[in-house]
């Protein structure tokens, strides 16, 4: 056999926690995969592996990982998620551990440990399209031997194609970012570029990103145009959830992030009515701050899929957020006409159920784009209702 899954099922009886996987030879196999197997595994008699997948419960000792991995020279895919490290372990790896033909790289670890961070150090991996870290901390991960190794994964996913989608979350302690190219997936997986996951103390530490983001791109030096995805914490609201208290949400970027990157696309999940806190992240200073913008698309959250706080101070419809916007990006006061050359520049397209004023529900209905304050609107992937305009 070439391939092997072994997964553990919730019932039944427990294997012998000795299991010697193949009676210990490699015979034919190159590509094998570990779940849910609560199994001691040693590793060192698979070194022609092209692939390994260790994930849930698998136990290792982490003495023998480092030299095991510099024997695997043909791996080109590697993931370890929440495996159980066996014995000591040192700080830090002193040994580089080198895999030229490693292309997908993914290492979590959600317990507080940091062996996965030290071993995903210990790394180099030149040739590396794809790479997945979901740790415990902040304060290890974004440092500036991450920015180093990273910048590579990006200067190959800058060359996927001309437009690269840079994403953040923000749920509650759940902070994450993404930043991958247009092309085509790769092995059926994720597309060319990286993501990173933490747990951290909300807000405060969440804004680590964007900084370190900026690090990354001024290694780089290239430039795509750049949709910028942001979820959560802009649309004035939390996630209902059973597991954690609902807290209230707080912007955690600011437009001056982002003036390295050419952003030509702002992609944001809302709730209609709380838009308050996406237009205070692209309403001030706009044009100096976000230059390339052409689009922002609004992405309703479903009403049973989140909790809304009653707060006066986030509630925004969406015509407030359109005359703040072009206020910003046209640089005209309240009420005042825009230049007939600047109209239409800036297109809002609407995604889900919205509710719009009368006037901007006709255009739409009737088969033309709407406008208001020289905005552009569309809906063509949109469910739109009707709402009072004196609100």
Known sequence: IDSLLLEQPSIGPQPDPRFQLLGGEQRNLRLLELRNAPWFFDPNPFTLLTSIVLADGVRLEYRNVPDFLGSCIQLEELRLANVKFVGPAPHEQEDTLILPHLKQLELAERSGETEILNLYHSIRATNCENLILNVHGVDHLLGPRLVESVAPVIQKTFETGTQTTLGFSYYQRDNGAYWEGTGEPLNGDRACGFHLSFIGDGVGQALFLPGFLN????????????????????????????????????????????????????????????????????????????????????????????????????????????????????????????????????????????????????????????????????????????ISSTM
């Open 215 to 386: 690090r990354v791109s001024s290694l780089v030096g290239g430039a795509t145009e750049v949709k910028l995805k942001v979820e959560d914490l802009f649309s004035g609201t939390v996630r209902g959830s059973i597991w954690f208290e609902d807290v209230e949400a707080m912007p955690p970027l600011l437009p001056s992030f982002f003036q390295t990157l050419d952003v030509t696309e702002i992609v944001a999940e809302v709730v209609d009515g709380y838009l308050c806190y996406l237009r205070e992240f692209v309403a001030p200073d706009l044009r100096k701050a976000i230059p390339a913008l052409r689009r922002i698309t609004l992405q309703a959250m479903p009403p049973d899929e989140v909790v809304v706080k009653p707060d006066a101070r986030v509630e925004c419809r969406l015509a407030d957020f359109i005359d703040a916007l072009s206020e910003a990006y046209y640089g005209v006061a309240p009420g005042e006409d825009v230049p007939a050359e600047k109209r239409n520049t800036l297109t809002v397209a609407l995604e889900g159920r919205f509710g719009v004023d009368v006037a901007t529900m006709n255009d739409l209905v009737s088969g033309r784009d709407g406008e208001r304050a020289g905005v552009r609107i569309t809906e063509s992937r949109a469910s739109l209702y009707c």
